[in-house]
């Protein structure tokens, strides 16, 4: 056990120093910016889920609009250029983040029916685009 607890250990200490991810350079208040929004969008997928789980569907939807979907969009608009993450990216990393907010609000759309086994079926596509734009890009 102990010797697969080290081979776990140095493969992730690997993984870290092959980074092979874009990396996005961005002033230090977008970066900041964008990782409170990261943070703040991993609160709403767990309410999300949760919502869900409870059988809550169209509360579900409801809070994924507000919090995740189209909606939700241009939440740095008013901010200085240099805290806004947006401009910063790289033009297909804009574009995931876009896909993402499409996905919610497709998913919402259907929760909000109600409609359980629909809405189920559509989780992956948020989080898809989470994932796509975190395995392919960083911003240190």
């Known amino acids: 056990m102990k010797t ?6 140095l493969a992730s200490t690997l993984a870290v ?7 996005v350079p961005m002033p230090p208040a977008a970066q900041e910016s964008l990782r409170q929004e990261m943070l703040d969008n991993l609160v709403a997928v ?9 059988g809550k569907v169209k ?5 994924a ?4 979907g ?13 805290a806004r993450p947006g401009p910063h990216m790289p033009p ?19 929760a909000k029916t109600g409609n359980r086994d629909k809405a189920l079926a559509l989780l992956p596509n948020i ?3 989470c994932v796509g734009c975190h395995f392919s890009y960083r911003t240190r």
């Open 4 to 9: 697969l607890f080290v081979a776990l250990a």
């Open 17 to 23: 120093a092959e980074d092979t991810r874009q990396l």
């Open 46 to 54: 767990n309410e999300v889920l949760s919502l869900m789980a409870e």
């Open 59 to 63: 509360e579900a939807g409801e809070a």
């Open 65 to 68: 609009e507000a919090k995740l």
């Open 70 to 82: 189209v909606s939700a969009m241009g939440k740095h608009r008013s901010k200085p250029f240099d």
């Open 92 to 110: 297909a990393m804009h574009g995931i983040g876009i896909d993402g907010h499409k996905a919610v609000s497709e998913f919402a759309a259907v």
């Open 127 to 129: 989080t898809s685009a």
